[in-house]
C-alpha cells in the first residue's frame, strides 16, 4: 500500500505547546500535502509540499519532507484550541493518474 | 468563496436499494473525487474522474458503483445495491488544473443502510 501513515495516532497538548505529526509512505510521490478534518465535516487542504522541497511554512504550521526516508512531519506552534481536529497526510502517486492516500490521521486535542 | 457541495447531507436507504449521492464541484475544476469514510476510521480513496472517464479507482470501487457527470456541473457516485458495509460518510472533492495537488472536499453525505 502506498498509503501514509500517521503517529501518533492521537496526541493530547495545552494550548500555547506547540503539536508534532508525524507521516511515512511507501512509494515515490509527487507531493505531500496535509489536511485537517473537524469532526464529521469534511477535509481542509493546509499545506502541500512537493518533492523536490525539504520544508516548508505557512502562518503557524512548518511541514519538512524527507524523501530519504519517506516521511514527513506537521508542526504546529502555539497551538490554540481550535486546533483540536484530525490531521491527515495524502500522498499523490509519481506514476500517474490521479489517486491522493490518505493515511489513518492523528487526532489533535488541544486543552484550553 | 467557492466550494464543492454535496446532497443529500444525510440518507437512510433499506439494504438491496440504490443510493445517489451528488456533488457540485468548484466551477472551474477539472478532476473529480468520491472517497468514502467510514465513522472513525480513515478516508479512503473510490474513484477519480477527468475528462469525462475514470482515471483510478480503488479495489472498493467495484461492479456496484459507478460515477457520472451528466451535464456540465453535477458529478454523481451511485450504489447499485447497498449493503450493510456501505454505511459510511461519502465525500466528493475536485482540484484545478492549475493546483492538480490540493483537493477542495465538500462536507459529505452521510449514507446509512439498514
Known amino acids: 500500500s502506498q498509503q501514509g501513515e500517521e503517529d501518533p495516532q492521537a496526541l493530547s497538548i495545552q494550548e500555547g505547546e506547540n503539536a508534532t505529526m508525524n507521516c511515512s509512505y511507501k512509494?515515490?510521490?509527487?507531493?505531500l500535502q496535509w489536511y485537517r478534518q473537524n469532526s464529521g465535516r469534511g477535509l481542509v487542504h493546509l499545506i502541500l509540499?512537493?518533492?523536490?522541497?525539504r520544508e516548508k511554512h505557512s502562518g503557524r504550521l512548518r511541514v519538512t519532507l524527507d524523501t530519504s526516508k519517506k516521511s514527513s512531519s506537521l508542526l504546529i506552534t502555539a497551538s490554540r484550541a481550535a486546533d483540536t481536529a484530525s490531521y491527515f497526510c495524502a500522498t499523490d502517486w509519481s506514476t500517474g493518474g490521479f489517486k491522493t492516500i490518505f493515511g489513518a490521521g492523528t487526532r489533535l486535542f488541544v486543552k484550553a | 468563496e467557492p466550494e464543492v457541495t454535496q446532497t443529500p447531507s444525510h440518507q437512510v436507504t433499506q439494504m438491496g436499494q440504490e443510493v445517489i449521492l451528488r456533488c457540485v464541484p468548484i466551477?472551474?475544476?477539472?478532476?473529480f473525487y468520491w472517497y468514502r469514510q467510514i465513522l472513525g476510521q480513515k478516508v479512503e480513496f473510490l474513484v477519480s474522474f477527468y475528462n469525462n472517464e475514470i482515471s483510478e479507482k480503488s479495489e472498493i470501487f467495484d461492479d456496484q458503483f459507478s460515477v457520472e457527470r451528466p451535464d456540465g456541473s453535477n458529478f454523481t457516485l451511485k450504489i447499485r445495491s447497498t449493503k450493510l458495509e456501505d454505511s459510511a460518510m461519502y465525500f466528493c472533492?475536485?482540484?484545478?488544473?492549475?493546483?492538480?495537488?490540493?483537493?477542495?472536499f465538500g462536507e459529505g453525505s452521510r449514507l446509512t443502510v439498514l
Open positions: 512509494t515515490s510521490i509527487n507531493n
Open positions: 472533492a475536485s482540484t484545478a488544473p492549475t493546483s492538480p495537488g490540493e483537493l477542495f
Open positions: 466551477s472551474n475544476h477539472l478532476y
Open positions: 509540499i512537493r518533492s523536490n522541497e
